[in-house]
């Protein structure tokens, strides 16, 4: 067993599950909505948002955190037909975007940590496989209709702030633990 890794795993599981419980991803769909207004817009943002957030955590955590965000922005403006393949998307998304990074999937994070790999070298091996990805991704996105969005309901949320503050705390200490500035026990 390789202990750093399932720890910081273990760790990322439980910082994701906590910030779904402060209701601060209600709050993100509707800023998204307001800022985007368009459907391709934000679903292009939430196949990006997929693909660069799996770049700080790995993939699996990465689908965990934007599947419910896409299902909630998507069913909030009746726009429950564009799930399926914005959910497709998001996966291709969420496996190649944590390529280039040492814990975008938990593959890398063992060979980054087993093999003491140099970060910089970690990045430049896949980084332009990952532009490519990237171009196809948006490429593949021009085919959703361009329409403007509207809520259903302008349904109110609670955001819970202490609990909030907690798990941004918590999600630094595993990113810092991930890049080998503090110890894994210590986030655990």
């Not at 955190?65 to 909630?72: E, R």
């Not at 003491?116 to 970690?122: G, S, V």
């Not at 809520?151 to 595993?174: D, G, T």
């Amino acid at each position: 067993f390789e202990y750093k890794t399932l720890i910081a795993l273990f760790c990322m599981l439980a910082v994701v599950a906590g910030l779904k419980n402060t209701n601060v991803f209600e709050l993100i769909s509707k800023k998204l909505i307001g800022l985007f207004k368009t459907r391709r817009a934000v679903i292009c943002c939430l196949i990006y948002g997929t693909f660069f957030f799996d770049m700080i955590v790995a993939n699996d955590m990465s689908l965990i955190t934007f599947l419910p965000l896409t299902y909630i922005v998507l069913h909030s403006t009746n726009n429950d037909k564009y799930l399926a393949i914005t959910f497709i998307l998001q996966t291709i998304a969420a496996n190649m975007g944590g390529m280039i990074t040492p814990y975008g999937n938990p593959q890398n994070l063992y060979l980054y940590s087993y093999y003491n790999i140099p970060t910089l070298e970690f990045f430049g091996v896949l980084l332009i496989q990952s532009i490519t990805i990237a171009v196809l991704l948006f490429i593949a996105s021009l085919f959703i209709k361009n329409e403007p969005l509207t809520l259903k309901n302008e349904e109110k949320f609670e955001i819970k702030k202490k609990e909030l503050i907690v798990y941004a705390i918590l999600f630094v200490f595993v990113i810092l633990s991930i890049f080998r500035v503090v110890p894994h026990v210590v986030t655990l």
